[in-house]
C-alpha cells in the first residue's frame, strides 16, 4: 500500500506503520473479506423517501436489491444501506420504522450478493438486527454518541464500525456552523472517539474514520477536510470520504443540479484518493472507481 508521512497526533496506543491489505472478519451469518490494495467503492442504497440525492427512489424491496446488484457488477466492492435519511433539516424516525424500511432488502440483498454490508444507523437495536440479519459493518452518523451502546455491539460482534465527525445533529448542523481550526478539531475529535471505541473493545482494524464532509460545514470546511484530509485522520486507522454529490459541489460550481455532480463528484475523490481515502461512499460505483483507479495510474505508479 501506499505511505503518506503524514504529522498526527500520538494516539494512546502503539499504531501499525502500514497495514495489511486484506481484512477479514465473520458474523454468524458470514465470512468477509477486503483487499485495501485499493481503494474501495463503497455503494450507497438508500431506503428513505426524503434522502437528499435519491430519497423515494425505490418504492418495492426487490427495486432496491436490483440497484445494488448493478452496483456489484458495475465495481462496488460493498454496500452502505440507510433506512433514515440525514440530510440537513431531516427529522429522527423510530427503530421500528428504519427496521421496516430496512429488513426487506437487507435479509434478502445478503443472500444474493458476496459483498459486505454496512447498516447506516446510529441505533444499536438497528445494528444489532441488521448483523443478525446479515449486515457485516456499522456506519454510524454520531461515532457512537447517540447510543453509546453501539459501540458494544461492534465489539460484541467483531465489525468494522465507521465513526463520522458532525457537528450538531441533522436537523440543526447547517445553522452556520463554526470551527476555530476545522482540521484540527476533526482530527481531535475523531481520535477521542476512536479512543472510546477501542475502550469498548473494537479492535483498531476494525475502526473506520469519516470526517463528515457535509455535516455541519461550510463550502470553505468541506473544501479544507478534502485538501487537507491527509491531516485530518488520525494515524492508524482506515480512513473514509464520503463526497457524492454534496451540495458543496453545486454552491462552488455555480448552482449545478444535484444529478450533474457526478463528474465532480468523481475528480474529488480522485483527489481524496491521492490525499488517503480508502473507502470511498457514492451513489454510482462506475465513474468512481474509473476516477480513482486513473488518479492512482497517474500519481502514484512506482
Known amino acids: 500500500m501506499t505511505s503518506f508521512n503524514i504529522n498526527y497526533p500520538s494516539p494512546a496506543a502503539p499504531v501499525m506503520e502500514s497495514w495489511p491489505d486484506f481484512l477479514s472478519w465473520r458474523t ?10 485499493r481503494p474501495l467503492i463503497m455503494s450507497i442504497i438508500n431506503l428513505t423517501p426524503d434522502s ?9 424491496p426487490e427495486e432496491a ?20 435519511s440525514t440530510r440537513p433539516g431531516s427529522k429522527q424516525v423510530s427503530e421500528a420504522e428504519e427496521w ?3 429488513e426487506p432488502v437487507l435479509t434478502v440483498l445478503a443472500k444474493k450478493t458476496r459483498l459486505p454490508i454496512s447498516v447506516d444507523t446510529y441505533k444499536a437495536v438497528v445494528a444489532e438486527k441488521a448483523i443478525a440479519a446479515g449486515a457485516a459493518i456499522i456506519n454510524d452518523i454520531y461515532a457512537g454518541r447517540k447510543d453509546p451502546r453501539i459501540l458494544d455491539v461492534a465489539a460484541g460482534q467483531r465489525v468494522p464500525i465507521i465513526l463520522m465527525h458532525m ?4 436537523e440543526t448542523m447547517q445553522i452556520e456552523p463554526h470551527y476555530d481550526d476545522v482540521v484540527t478539531e476533526i482530527n481531535n475529535f475523531l481520535l477521542e472517539r476512536a479512543r472510546a ?17 457535509g455535516f455541519g460545514k461550510t463550502v470553505e470546511h468541506n473544501l479544507s477536510i478534502i485538501r487537507h484530509f491527509d491531516r485530518i485522520i488520525p ?4 480512513r473514509v470520504m464520503a463526497l457524492s454529490r454534496k451540495g458543496f459541489f453545486g454552491k462552488v460550481l455555480g448552482n449545478l443540479p444535484l444529478l450533474k455532480r457526478e463528474v465532480v463528484t468523481a475528480a474529488a475523490d480522485a483527489i481524496a484518493v491521492l490525499k488517503g481515502a480508502e473507502i470511498i461512499r457514492v451513489h454510482r460505483a462506475t ?16
Open 287 to 302: 465513474p468512481n472507481r474509473e476516477a480513482v483507479d486513473l488518479a492512482r495510474a497517474i500519481f502514484l505508479a512506482p
Open 28 to 37: 454468524k451469518v458470514g465470512e468477509w473479506t477486503l483487499n485495501f490494495a
Open 197 to 213: 471505541a477501542e475502550v469498548a473493545g473494537v479492535p483498531r482494524e476494525l475502526i473506520w474514520l469519516d470526517p463528515g464532509v
Open 52 to 60: 437528499f440525492s435519491d430519497g423515494g427512489r425505490f418504492r418495492r
Open 65 to 84: 436489491v436490483e440497484a445494488a446488484l448493478v452496483e456489484e457488477a458495475e465495481g462496488a466492492d460493498l454496500f452502505d444501506l440507510g433506512a433514515e
Open 167 to 170: 457537528q450538531g445533529n441533522p
Open 235 to 238: 494515524r492508524g486507522y482506515r
Open 100 to 102: 421496516a424500511r430496512l
